[in-house]
């Protein structure tokens, strides 16, 4: 016999076979058309565009809204978890300089001078204390090496400056900088700038270092340039008015005896410059490395501090998210963090554990009550669920401080166990400050999340299934466990990935009934946030959170399907 | 059908009431013996208790008072699981999650039966419904009438005596409706199983049945086999609720052994009848008549009276001819005659003379 019978049997037209046809039609004879001779496709997507217009329009709103204060922050975040390129924009000629390096020993002199020339820059700028305690979180005692060279370093190239100076008293002179160092076109602007009345009201052209200076004397250009512009911009004064820092004499001193070209420059700079020079190969010398490691502070003989800066010398770096998992960037390569700082990975374990207990305890608790809801008549179950849902009108803080009270050591909780006698009044128990407040607080607070999507799936679960067991035969276990348990399945799934995911990320109630043991992770990367303003380790933890979240929701949605998830 | 079934009540209901608020009953008093290996319907409009009465034989609804019997062992405080009966249920109530050998495994499993028996046991209880193919399926695969095939070899691949029907093939159009009415009478039959089936498609009652119970506020009205249901209904609810029936409105002028005179309400004109339900001269009567059994300008001999008709409405309907007449100051009497060469077509405004054997019209209470 047929398989079908009745209207389920194939009997000649009907609408699917029409479609069938038509689709068979369209294959063997090129592209539908439609009426007015155009591609059917074509003049399909023509009609519904209009409509996707109409929908894309509707959602701008609060597509813009969420773009921009939502989801642009949140990239911007995840971003500076790799984002590094502090090091190389506050030492970029120590960068190049330590490409040369070995790692091992005390890099030679010519990195101390690059370090010398970026750390005068960045103490002007004030950067070299921010770089500090950036390479502070890799290696503990940068922060104050930094602050400390900041002090001394004005301090280097001193010599050679007075050396210059004694040597000719126009080495003093701001113009013979400016006439040395300033592209003559900008000398122009200036002079134009300072003719005018009312130069207050304008600003002094940005300052130009010349092409020639560029060329013949390319350390110190370069240097002069930086400090010229640093001059204009932080002291708001004039380049041609204050006489250069101590380490531009050295830059020149640099330049004048490694190969200067003598033929750049004319007249009266030229005859000064090969004045120098001459004088200049007598100079009484300075050795930067010694200036560095006996003057300032015996730390930059560590290899470990140039390890650090050199192994952080790339603008982006895997290093926030190792610390994030307990290893560390070493100039060694990657290794695991000191077995005492180790902390994350821990955290990590903590957070899921707890939220997976968080989560058990509430489908314990919630499926009966869910269950019970659900076979109540309408009236009750709303009543109940009134019940479920008030939680929410009351604030997150408050119940998370009145689990405090409950269950604090005199608390209200304790106090009855003892007045019963279940516990001695000397050995009351810990329920606070610990895993367990945290877990006792959040299934709480997390409960309703699981009750109402067990309640909605449970609501469309007929109860002519269950009869229908026991009529087979079921014992009433057998019919729920067999029969009904599996149909509510989905709502389990809805509201275990509800509970789970809002867990993993709580940080409210950790903080306030955790105590140390009972913290999650987000109460570390909260730390990291607005307390040691470490957001790159904090974008870093986030960042494998929010992954972590997606992993767990996309093996959910390969084991349960996220279709089977339902809300109600 | 009926030489399977013992004379020795395999199911009995005993002065059984259910009341489901303490005020209303919903089954009054309801005794009924039901024999080993018969059909049996339950039929009544909704709301008659029917189902009611089916569900306490499930065991899912307990009578507040009375006896439910199964094979001489009472059965009121046994739980639905232990009662080995079989049912079907008008949604199918296939379970969404399994497959369908798993449905059908499923009673076999928590009866503890082996592997390859529960195996040979599916397969013999598909290939009875000819489902034989869908082992693998899910019920969302299939159609309605699939399903029903499914859920009915459920109800029965665990061999059980008793099966009970609620309302099985309401859910289903007409054409496949027809087709397994009979083969659930023919699988009934082969089996020699026992059913109750509940319906309110009297169609159904009808053809499927050895006896049918119908049921009215909370009692049964008549129990019966279809064809003395349908020839003699014994009040005037049966006799309106199974098939087409003319009703007249009158009272008893004389009243002998088996047969009554009836002055009838609107024109006065007496009609000759079989007293059923009536006591005493002057007892106000439903009289009762099926429209196939009216034939106009009768030749019944002389102790028939006849009636004045005139032709509201006349239909052809292909293999008979439905004729509506203005009787005794009613418009609703229908007459069927048979569509043969010699029948004569009506049309409206033609006055005719109807008239019928006295035994075909059944004084009722009224």
Redesign the interface.
Known sequence: MSSATGPDAFTGATPDNAIRDADRAGKSGGAMLAADGTPLKASLAKSLRAQKLRALALIAPLLIFIMVTFIAPIADMLFRSVENDIVSQTLPRTVVELDRWDGEGVPDEQTFRALGADLMVASELKNHTRLGSRLNYETTGVSSLFRQTGRDVDDLGEIYADQFIDLNEAWEEPSTWMSLMADPAWIENHEAWAAQEDEDETPEPRFRVSPTAQQALPRTARLFSQFATIIQTEDEDSPTEEEPWNIVYQALYEDLTGGYDAGAYGGDIQALLANAAEAAASFEQMNVRDFFVEEIDEDWADPQVWGTIEAFSSPYTAGYFLSAIDMQLTPQGIEAQPEDQQIYMLLFQRTMFMSMTIMISCILLGYPIAFLLSNLPLRTSNLLLILVLLPFWTSLLVRTSAWKVLLQQQGVINDILVWIGLVADGNRLELINNQTGTIIAMTHILLPFMILPLYSVMKTIPPHYVRAAKSLGATNWTAFWRVYFPQSIPGIGAGSILVFILSIGYYITPEIVGGTTGTFISNRIAYHISTSLNWGLAAALGSILLAFVLLLYYLYDRIVGIDNVSLG | MLDTRSDQAFVSFDRVQKSYDGETLVVKDLNLSIGKGEFLTMLGPSGSGKTTCLMML???ETATHGEIRLDGREINNI????R????V?Q?Y?????MTVGENLS??LE??KIGKSERETKIKRALDMV??G??VGRRPAQL?G??QQRIALA??LV?EPELV?MDEPLGA??K??RE?LQFEITRLAHDLGITVVYVTHDQTEALTMSDRVAVFDDGRIQQLATPDALYETPQNSFVAQFIGENNTLRGTVKTLDKDRCVVTLDGTGEEIDALPVNVKKAGDKTLVSIRPERVEFDPQLGETSHTLDAEVLEFIYMGDVFRTRLRVAGRDDFIVKTRNRADQKRLSPGDKVKIGWLPQDCRALDH
């Open positions: 499930a065991g899912f739980p639905p699981h232990k080995g009966i079989g049912m249920f949604n109530a296939l379970f969404p999650h499923f009673p928590v009866r000819q489902m193919d869908f159609s009438g699939q459920r109800a665990f009970l289903l159009d054409q496949l087709t």
